[in-house]
């Protein structure tokens, strides 16, 4: 069955960094746009940054730009999300996300999210 296992959230301090990964399992991975949303407390979901399934184009949300960084291993089914100089409102739970669309029909999967906390 489909799995996305996300990994690597955590409490940090204003400035520091995580490193966030998502690994892939029964489908695809490689012709998956894959995604990281985040949903902080009391607000909206939202698109933090995609990578499209050949890792040519990246896309991110304004207040991320410069400071988080996606990329995917194709070899690995693995997508990851490098954060760095995080803030405080960054706090939020991450998710990852898998998407396609084919033939008609939109598929897409959803991991279970982790926990990131910035606070001093």
């Known amino acids: 069955q489909v799995q996305l296992v996300e990994s690597g959230g955590g409490l940090v301090q204003p400035g520091g960094s995580l490193r966030l990964s998502c690994a892939a399992s029964?489908?695809?991975?490689?012709?998956?746009?894959m995604n990281w949303y985040r949903q902080a407390p009391g607000k909206q979901r939202e698109l933090a940054a995609l990578?499209?399934?050949?890792?040519?184009?990246?896309k991110y949300l304004d207040s991320v730009k410069g400071r988080f960084t996606i990329s995917r291993d194709n070899t690995k089914n693995t997508v990851y999300l490098q954060m760095n100089s995080l803030k405080p409102e960054d706090t939020a739970i991450y998710y990852c996300?898998?998407?396609?669309?084919?033939?008609?029909?939109?598929?897409?999967?959803w991991g279970q999210g982790t926990q990131v906390t910035v606070s001093s």
């Open positions: 990578i499209t399934s050949a890792g040519d184009i990246t």
């Open positions: 029964g489908f695809t991975f490689s012709t998956y746009t």
């Open positions: 996300n898998a998407f396609n669309y084919a033939r008609g029909y939109e598929y897409a999967y």
